[in-house]
């Protein structure tokens, strides 16, 4: 392959570096380049362009992309068709993501165009989740290196992905005088919250006294086909001879190991009654914050079996208390009508398709649509209210003039989409979610923007809320902040829309019929929403 600096008259037939804007449209990143559009490229003021031209023997990213992420799909896990020389996979069940670190690292290391990163070891995944990409670096690069790493991957698969197991369960919680029932059903709900994705289920709680003999006796009756019992002690387990421990060994059981080097979670107890696993559950488990005990769970759920060099190998990545990045509880209840999500209004757009005027200062009932549109946000009782401002900046700040809106000002807005989206997920901070509104939907109420942010929930279903009428998805969108490093991604003139394929499972919809699906995005349109237009002047 070729790179460089072409001149037109040469450059017929080469693949495009970077993504050119003209006046009649957008050529993208890695187009093959015609005669129409060399002539394109010269009307636009063009005099040369960077490109690729591909040598005999080199396979374009696209192609090379999709032939590696074919030969690393399976029956469990499926390629999506690549695109700018990306391909994406997803899991097809839910499971635990065990992959092959040898393998994954002799294939980043065949040839640097060559790069496949995928999830942690024995990440928990549901269907429909984004577990590995495919990225080629450059335009083209020698069939003998995409050869080879399909080999390699035929010959020893990068990644297993071991199925959840739907189980019976049981549930034991000790207690004391100063333990709260509240507290004990809290627990339950946390617990049931960690089987569904496995699809396992209670079939039985008891509670006792936190005495040994007491506990013994509720262990010693389990639930017909119980196959792993769960005890919450009312205080923790300290000791082998302490409550939990001695009440495993009076029913018959075995202690296999107490302790594990992750924090928190750290006071887990493992061990056996007959063919039954018991886990005594450390204190944290009681929230659904993700802590030691999730790892021991998922992977007892998957069927694979837990042992004492299991639980001592979990030092390094263990320290979970102080990551902030890592996912908030599943199930987080913030106080008022909000639910933790702040707005971000996109105004930075160029209204191109408008020919001229800029459809934000458009007048309907007697206000400009960006501040007709920030009104509604502001009365859906969101935390903050932020505005992404670009094109024309003055005159879209002057219109929202009063308001108690954050303008949040994008100098790539003439990038695309995706930068407004960044510069809006990086202004809220530290929100929950945001609800991403575009500024240009005139039938949207603050009742429908609260419609969906009654369904939001920072993890799990419900982290993405989207819009839909008549089943057909359209705007607004709620993204959960588990999602900023894959909107930090986000490249050209795109939404979310891949980030809600790579989590179908996270996606609750809600239909908001018409409101939903219009904007005024052509004259026509604003004519039938009620607008009137500004004139054009060069400023447009």
């Known amino acids: 392959m070729k790179f460089g600096t072409w001149p037109l008259d040469e450059a017929e037939g080469t693949l495009l570096a970077h993504a050119v804007r003209l006046p009649d449209g957008r050529l993208p990143k890695g187009r093959k380049l015609t005669t129409d559009d060399i002539e394109r490229l010269r009307a636009g003021g063009q005099r040369d362009v960077i490109a690729a031209r591909l040598d005999a023997g080199d396979i374009g990213e696209d192609e090379a992309a999709g032939w590696i992420a074919s030969a690393l799909a399976g029956t469990d896990v499926l390629a999506e068709t690549p695109a700018t020389g990306r391909s994406n996979l997803f899991a097809q069940k839910a499971g635990l993501f065990l992959p092959q670190r040898s393998v994954v690292d002799d294939l980043n290391r065949i040839d640097p165009a060559i790069t496949l990163a995928t999830l942690p070891e024995h990440a928990s995944v549901e269907a429909g989740r984004m577990v590995a990409t495919v990225k080629i670096i450059p335009l083209a690069l020698p069939r003998t290196a995409v050869e080879a790493a399909v080999e390699l991957v035929q010959r020893s698969p990068a990644w297993r992905l071991q199925p959840f197991r739907s189980m019976a369960v049981g549930l034991v919680q000790t207690q004391l005088p100063s333990v709260k029932a509240s507290v004990l059903d ?171 005027p800029n459809k934000l200062l458009a007048t309907i009932d007697s206000k400009p649509l960006v501040r007709r549109s920030a009104e509604t946000a502001l009365a859906a009782g969101a935390e903050r209210v932020l505005v992404v401002v670009g094109h024309m900046e003055a005159e879209i700040v002057e219109a929202l003039a009063g308001l108690p809106v954050e303008i949040v000002r994008n100098g790539r807005f003439a990038e695309g989409l995706s930068t407004s989206v960044q510069a809006g997920f990086a202004a809220a901070g530290s929100a929950a979610g945001v609800l991403v509104m575009l500024a240009d939907q005139p039938l949207l109420t603050a009742q429908h923007l609260r419609q969906l942010m009654d369904r939001f929930c920072p993890t799990g279903e419900g982290s993405i809320v989207l819009a839909s009428d008549a089943g057909q998805r359209a705007n607004p969108v709620i993204l959960s902040a588990l999602y900023r490093d894959e909107i930090g991604r986000l490249v050209g003139d795109v939404g979310a829309r891949s980030i809600v394929q790579a989590h179908r499972s996270a996606v609750v919809e809600v239909d908001l019929g018409p409101a939903a699906s219009f904007d005024v995005d052509t004259p026509d349109l604003m004519v039938r929403a009620g607008g009137i237009l500004p004139v054009a002047s060069p400023g447009f």
């Not at 039985?204 to 003999?213: K, L, Q, S, V």
């Not at 001879?241 to 924090?263: F, I, K, W, Y």
């Not at 056996?272 to 005594?280: A, C």
């Open 186 to 356: 809290k627990t339950r709900g946390a617990f049931e919250v960690r089987l569904r994705p496995s699809g396992s289920h209670l079939v039985r709680e008891r509670r006792c006294d936190h005495e040994a003999a007491a506990l013994a006796e509720a262990l010693s009756a389990p639930a017909g086909g119980e196959q792993l019992t769960v005890i919450f002690g009312a205080s923790a387990v300290i000791d082998p001879d302490d409550v939990v421990p001695s009440a495993v060994r009076q029913a018959g059981g075995t202690v296999d190991h107490l302790g594990m080097p992750v924090d928190p979670g750290n006071l887990l107890l493992i061990g056996r009654i007959g063919e039954r696993t018991v886990i005594g559950a450390p204190g944290c488990a009681r929230s659904v914050r993700e802590n030691g005990f999730d790892w021991v769970l998922n992977r007892i759920l998957a069927g694979l079996r837990v042992t004492p060099q299991d639980l001592t190998g979990m030092g390094v990545g263990g320290l979970l208390m102080e990551i902030a990045s890592r996912p908030q509880p599943r199930e987080a209840v913030v106080d008022g009508a909000s639910n933790g999500v702040s707005i971000v209004l996109l105004a930075a757009g160029r209204s191109s398709r408008m020919g001229g």
